[in-house]
């Protein structure tokens, strides 16, 4: 029998929920969200950690966990020897560079001898090493926005997404440093059931991201204008067409990126396209 994956996943956060449901949307079922630290899978061989996210890139470099899904910008900030194996697309944002609003800003060099209050000292440190600027970092482990309000700092350097929150706190965002997402990240050193287990774990992933980017098209077109139209619906082989009770026409089955139906759409109803639904996929296979 192989021993189970452990998998450390955020207890409660902006990761947790997409990292719960991506694992759902696999099959994979465990119970969380009921102050539980740990859990087992009742239909794969998982065991699931719940943790603060700062704490993931350390237990999964010491191998308590064998895999584990963080920002990337705190896999980074940590320095933890870890393998990243996904991106997983969820949890987007911007380490950014922010000021009071109405400061005059002409670049970078600009911070030359002035403090900065961050949460990612390394990351800031290295940006501003490449940039060839000295200045005081002040590193402080939350509410990062309101160190200018109070003196601690001329600047700040945090997470962003929509900007509501420096927006708030009278900042402007002047200059993004690092753009993260989150992703799954592995123990380097894995032996070879637990790889067996990682690489079905990310068969379905891929499975289940590939399913989210696509969607089954159904349309009916006369029989003259199916050329034209499977051309514009290259399907993942070829389109199924198969004749409709009315003479002359027939239906067309696909499967299309998402994006690549919307910029094709008026090409394809132009061709003569009718009826068209867009179904949404739950799982796709190459
Ligand atoms: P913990 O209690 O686990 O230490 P935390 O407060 O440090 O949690 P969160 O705010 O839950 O962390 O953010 C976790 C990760 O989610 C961040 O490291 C970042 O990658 C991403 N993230 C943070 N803020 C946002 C946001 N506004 N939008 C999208 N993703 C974000
Ligand atoms: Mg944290």
Redesign the pocket.
């Known amino acids: 029998m192989t021993s189970a994956l452990r998998i450390a996943l ?7 929920e997409d990292s719960y449901q991506l694992f759902k949307e696999c099959g994979i079922r465990f119970d969380y969200g009921t102050g539980k630290l740990r859990s087992v899978s009742s239909n794969f061989p998982a065991e699931f950690l719940f ?4 704490d993931i890139p350390g237990y999964v470099e010491d191998g308590v966990a064998d895999l584990g899904i ?5 896999a980074v900030e940590t320095g933890r020897s870890v393998n990243t194996i996904h991106k997983l697309g969820f ?3 911007r380490l950014s560079i922010a000021i009071p609003r109405g400061t005059e800003w002409s670049g970078i060099q600009d911070l030359t001898g002035k403090s900065i209050a961050t949460s990612y000292p390394t990351l800031l440190g290295n940006y501003l090493k490449g940039a060839g600027v000295n200045a005081d970092i002040h590193e402080i482990s ?1 509410s990062v926005e309101i160190a200018p309000g109070i003196g601690l700092a001329e600047a700040v350097c945090d ?4 900007g509501s929150t420096l927006l708030s706190n009278g900042l402007q965002e002047v200059e993004t440093i690092f753009r ?3 992703i799954l990240i592995a123990n380097p050193e894995l032996d070879a059931d637990k790889q067996t287990l990682v690489d079905k774990l990310l068969f379905r992933i891929k499975a289940v991201q590939a399913a989210k980017n696509n969607k089954y098209i159904v349309l009916n077109a006369p029989n003259h204008a199916i050329g034209q139209i499977t051309s514009l619906l290259p399907g993942m082989r070829s389109p199924t067409v198969t004749p409709l009770a009315t003479e002359g026409w027939s239906s067309v089955h696909s499967v299309l990126n998402e994006n690549e139906f919307w910029e094709n759409i008026e090409a394809i109803r132009a061709a003569g396209a009718e009826g068209i639904l867009v179904i949404p996929i739950e799982k796709m296979i190459y």
């Open positions: 955020q207890k409660s956060g902006r990761l947790s943790l603060r996210d700062d963080v920002g990337e910008n705190v949890s987007k944002c939350g997470i962003v997404s929509s993260s997402e989150a």
